[in-house]
């Protein structure tokens, strides 16, 4: 038996038997540990790989394998390419892609299909993110509103880049955020917006008291306070005081 | 709860409405029965999507959700995210989500620019993001947020939702967590989380938790190396395992505060005071396992770097005062209280171990072995001791008072709780005794106060006195207060407070005596001053005149007047429970002299809506208003008042 063309057999856990050259294979730490420390004649089984899953598993790790010893002419560019094609599958091959290579222990195929979904979760909203995975939101209502309130970015209400949300206005509120010097601040109280600044008029002065008298009488009367502090480049926070009437 | 699940009654399946009672239940999915029309006319598509519509158990299999992956796994993923608003959109989802979000380190973060370059595929909903992800990345975290949870509200989910809100908006720096009895507390978990994220923690503070433990805080000390002030205050859980982890993890540790906690012993305190160089701070009450031992390897380690000490209610002995005494050679403040195994030695060791040198401030409470010796070793060997506060000492006697006076010659400012022995002698022995920057004597309290009976020689005043302060000594009267006017000329703050045995007769000569102005005056509960006292005052000292306190005192309009008339920098007034009127606030309302700042008023139930423009005019410079107990002022005016005077703060 050639060195170069040494052979592993690989039995997946619907009982189908792959063949595959020792360099492809032991891209998978798993295997290697198990080739290395067992007999190399036997067949390494692989019980929690299905044979579909395993397959492309080892397209990939032939392709890489091939890249790297320069046995295919193939630029780092369309490398990246046939990447990004071996991961346009739909969720339930991808979330077996990312097991799998849990399991087997390949770090560059778990790195890029982690990071497929991470960039599929980027840029979306909470209520997006449960619906394109089918998460359950387990919160009760409480929680979710305390995490909520911790993380107000700008869960884009009012479509524009940084916006401070302050949410149901309570009778006498007090908030505190800190946004970057970008943001605006929309204040919403009986599902009315009551009151929309930008952050950087706010940046000259060190405390605001500010009255607002309503247009009509159903609207809530806001007297707001916000004191401003800077804290690092381009950084507000902001501390707001609201004392609400209807 | 899940928008997916709410099903409104306007969009129906069916337009005969719905038949199933509960749309959750599953089973009724699966075969639809001849009863129901499935024709429907095209409407705006039902909000349920689609893979929920079939949700019966046959079908799942057909379904993916990314709750199939391990922990492990999500780990992997939720790691790889680029900034803090995705980690924050993704604590939001679930509370798996939360915790396997809030367990990532800040090196755990993958900022992996190759596979990121994938992204360029996939289509950005939101655009404009990108942009505040840029922003963000660049700062540092610089811990300049503080958090503070209290009671119900101190749970694990958000300490979890804190450590990962903060991490990219500026870091949290300061976080206090006050717990409560309840079920669902503080544990390991959200500590951890902290630990991991927020790593610029600098000050933390937990009240009564009782479910938190060295596992917790042990995860404190792993990850937020930058911590400097720790108060730890009823958490018996807490052992000497906490302390040792922290002394390991947090070197710039500066300040330690440990209240109530029975598990924590000398073994801790010893490691923090070896790892520690900083430490400056150690207040430590009631902890029974602490010894001199602990004590004794405390001031050995950080001989140069202690300045405050403040033991109450320990089990320590005279050795401990003996090692302050000898090693205390930084300490600038000291605070002995509720020490019941010390006696006269320890003070008088302590006095004359020379080591306090830089002491400058002194407070010893209920503790039975300050004598007349040991204070005045104490007042020997401490020659830069600038403040002394003496409370609940049954022992220390006149003569005591005026040989410690005279010891102590940098000696500024004596304040006498509840010490019952010192008579009117003591107290004026120890003004005439007292060194040249004696500025402030206070006593309250102390029983032993009679009035003077016999005439005081004529002395040389006391120069430098220029805060008093007596409360609540019911023995003081007017003759005292007289002798003091005469030996003390330079008062600028007085405070007379819960005294009966005062009244005009003895107060107006002290008025009259006192060569620099007055600045701040405060006659509450003393009942029987009056009218003329204020005239008298506003006269003679309201060009310098900036507080004013005559709460139970008896004053009408006329002394309102006389303020109105002379105090230009008067800005705290307090009138409160005083026979005055409405003429007597627009008295003060029509002087373009005053500038208040705070007024009460509270308690005056001759005040009535008719004051109302006054106090308006007023509130143009006012910031506080206390119109609380004021029975003739009805709600519509106070409402009249918030609304107009919006800078003010009003306690109604």
Redesign the interface.
Known sequence: MGSTSTKIKLRTSDQKVFEVEKAVAVQSQTIKYIYENGCPDSVIHVHSVSGDILSKILDYCKKHVNSAAGKEDISPEEL?EW??NF?KV???TL?DL??AA?CLKIESL???T??????????????????T???????T?E??E???????????MLGG??TMVIEELADDTMS?????T?SRVCVIAANQIVMMRSISKLANKKSI?V?KQPQNPTTPRI?ESVKQ?N?????I?LFFHFKCKM | MSKLFSFSGTDDFCPGGSIYTNPKESSLFLSLGRHVDVYFPSRKRSRISAPFVFSGERFEKKKSSIEVLPDECLFEILRRLPGGQERSSCACVSRRWLTIVSNIRSNEISDNKTTQALDLNYESTDKKGGDVSEVEDEDVAGGYLSRSLEGKKATDVRLAAIAVGTAGRGGLGKLFIRGSNSSRGVTAVGLRAISRGCPSLRVLSLWNLATVGDGGLCEIAEGCHQLQKLDLCHCPAITNESLLSLAKGCPDLTDLTIEGCANIGNEGIQAIARCCPNLKSVSIKDCPLLGDQGIASLLTSASYSLSKLKLQALNITDVSLAVIGHYGKAVTDLSLASLPNVTEKGFWVMGNGHGLQKLKSFTVKACRGVTDLGLEAIGKGCPNLKQFCLGKCAFLSDNGLVSFAKAAGSLESLELEECHRVTQFGFFGSLINCGAKFKAISLMNCLGIKDLNVGLPPLPPCESLRSLSIRNCPGFGDASLAALGKLCPQLQNVELSGLHGITDVGFLPLLESCEAGLVKVNLSGCPNLGDKVVCKMADLHGRTLEMLNLDGCKISDAGLVAIAENCRLLSDLDVSKCTITDSGIAALACSNLIDLQILSVSGCNLVSDKSLPSLGKLGQTLLGLNLQQCKAISSGAVDLLVEQLWRCDILF
């Open positions: 990246y990447d990004a991961v739909d969720q339930n979330f990312i097991l849990n778990l790195d890029l982690c990071q497929t979904v991470a960039n599929m979760i980027k840029g979306k909203r909470p209520e997006e993110i449960r619906t995975f089918n998460i359950k939101n387990d919160y209502i929680a979710e305390a995490v909520r309130r911790e993380n107000k970015w700008a869960f884009d880049v940084g505190k955020c800190v946004t970057n970008k008291d009255y007297k502090r804290v690092g480049t381009g950084f926070e």
